[in-house]
């Protein structure tokens, strides 16, 4: 039985699960989970993705905000923000703020 | 301190971070071997309870080799005398990793330089104990070559002044602070695969005091490269001491925050070298401008033939 693909709805509003640490290093943000013990360097782009993950903001919001930023991108910014969503959930960094 | 009648020798309690153990023997040259290559991990705190023993007697196998012992449980077999040290030394870093509580610990040498520290963080083989050790030959305060501590409440890295470990492929370029060049007065002949040179009073390696980090040199070395630093940026030095800390997961956020006021408050560089001097000539530069300064005028008296008139 195959699991359920975790799904970062546009309406969904994602929120940094506590207990992960942020260090900002250059343009990149490298984070430690004590929970699940991961180390992960997030880039520029996935960097301004997870600060924005605080609960009010929602992904449809962040795509909105970004492609405003960077129109010339705006093609890939949707799918783009949304994988960078769904991974953040996997990992567990990332909750939806109504789960 | 009393000595047990079984033993000849026994060390001064000793310690390395908050691993605490003292090392006895049944042969008085290797004791003095011992005494001189350790001295280094002296514990100030003289009446400290040992927690473990290191024993080194002789092996029942002929031709003068040792035993070695931890708490009564055998390490090795059969060792020659620098081997049997090295064992001991090998498993006091063990130990001292283990007990990393109050640390972050890196794979790591570091030097002090005119109050600020250095790290030199890398995998075994990267040249950082060479480089540490020429470093510590130049006259800046040793630390570690091995086994980097930064204090996490005080944000200091402490010494954990073990022997400097000298691998066979950098006995060469060492040998003035070899066994050879400075032998414990009454010791065996040297016989091992590397050397543990003795570091602290009386060696003219001085150990160096707690320090807060200012300096990451990353090095690698490369038979016949030119010898550069290069800087690195915050993100790259972030991950060359994340691959080379050891106890990340024991502390956690308070670890990765600290790694990262590190990487952010350091000026950082890579460092590809082929030649030793080179590479000390070129971090003395960097990291203590006044002892380079110091030494090129030694090196240019010496040049003279100590008479300060030009060739």
Not at chain 1, 56 to 66: A, F, G, K
Not at chain 2, 83 to 106: C, K, P, S, T
Not at chain 2, 267 to 282: N, P, Q, V
Request: charged content about 20%; aromatic content about 6%.
């Amino acid at each position: 039985m195959h699991p359920e693909p975790v799904r970062a709805e546009g309406g969904s509003r994602p929120v940094r699960r506590e207990g992960a640490a942020a260090v900002e290093l250059d343009d990149n943000v490298a984070l430690y989970d004590d929970v699940g013990q991961l180390l992960i360097m997030l880039n520029s782009s996935a960097a301004v993705i997870w600060e924005g993950c605080d609960g009010r903001t929602t992904v449809d919001d962040m795509v909105r905000e970004l492609t405003a930023a960077h129109p010339d991108d705006a093609a890939l910014i949707g799918e783009d923000v949304r994988q960078t969503v769904r991974k953040l959930i996997e990992l567990g960094l990332v909750v939806d703020a109504e789960s | 301190m009393g000595i047990d009648r079984e033993w000849v020798h026994r060390t001064p309690n000793l310690s390395a971070l908050s691993y605490r153990f003292a090392v006895r023997t049944d042969d008085l040259s290797v004791g003095r071997q011992i005494d001189a290559a350790l001295a280094g991990l002296r514990d100030h705190y003289e009446t400290a309870f040992v927690e473990h023993w290191y024993s080194l007697t002789a092996a029942e196998t002929p031709g003068g080799t040792l035993d070695v012992a931890r708490d009564g449980q055998i390490l090795a077999r059969g060792q020659q005398s620098g081997d049997a040290l090295g064992w001991v030394v090998w498993d006091v870093n063990r130990a001292a990793a283990d007990a990393g509580a109050d640390h972050l610990l890196f794979h790591s040498g570091a030097i002090e330089a005119d109050g600020t520290g250095v790290l030199i963080p890398g995998a075994s083989g990267s040249g950082k104990s060479t480089l540490t050790a020429g470093l510590v030959r130049a006259g800046l305060g040793y630390l570690t070559d091995e086994l980097a501590a930064l204090h996490m409440a005080s944000g200091r890295l402490v010494p954990y002044p073990k022997p400097i470990t000298v691998k066979r492929g950098s006995f060469a370029v060492l040998a003035d602070i070899g066994p050879d060049a400075c032998p414990a007065p009454g010791s065996r002949p040297w016989a091992g695969q590397e050397w543990q040179v003795a570091v602290g009073e009386g060696t003219g390696r001085a150990i160096g005091t707690p320090c807060v980090p200012g300096f990451v040199i990353v090095p690698r070395h490369d038979a016949g490269a030119a010898t550069t630093l290069t800087p690195l940026s915050d993100t790259q030095t972030f991950f060359a001491m994340a691959v080379n800390a050891v106890n990340l997961v024991e502390h956690g956020s308070a670890g990765t925050c600290a790694l990262g006021q590190l990487a952010r408050g350091c000026r950082c560089f890579s460092l590809t070298f082929s030649d030793l001097d080179e590479a000390c000539r070129l971090v003395l530069d960097l990291v203590s401008p006044e002892t380079a300064h110091a030494r090129a005028a030694t090196e240019a008296t010496a040049a003279q033939g100590g008479t300060g008139r030009a060739p």
